[in-house]
């Protein structure tokens, strides 16, 4: 799913798009069980990698700043006639 999401925001997406992609974004990376947030990385033997772990959890929550960030920027511009601050 980010591969073709990011695919889709190379080439250009409408800010409905843009929406879609980002609430896609949010809810794929939830504490839910097929959340992204209750995944952990592993060495080859099985065990936890912390250090991988920590980034793997860094650049989620970067996808999210990045949804978040997006989706209250749509909100912004519908409440105030496509003005964006």
């Not at 879609?20 to 990385?41: F, M, R, T």
């Not at 959890?57 to 006639?81: G, I, Q």
């Amino acid at each position: 799913m980010y591969e073709e999401a990011a695919g889709r925001l190379e080439n250009g997406v409408t800010p409905d798009q843009l929406h879609e992609i980002c609430k896609a974004v949010l809810n794929s990376i939830g504490a839910h069980p097929d959340g992204l947030l209750v995944v952990y990385v592993q060495k080859p033997d099985g065990s936890p990698d912390e250090a991988e772990t920590e980034k793997y959890y860094a650049l989620l929550m970067e996808l999210r700043v990045f949804a978040r960030r997006n989706l209250r920027e749509a909100r912004l511009s519908w409440m105030f006639n496509g003005f964006r601050w």
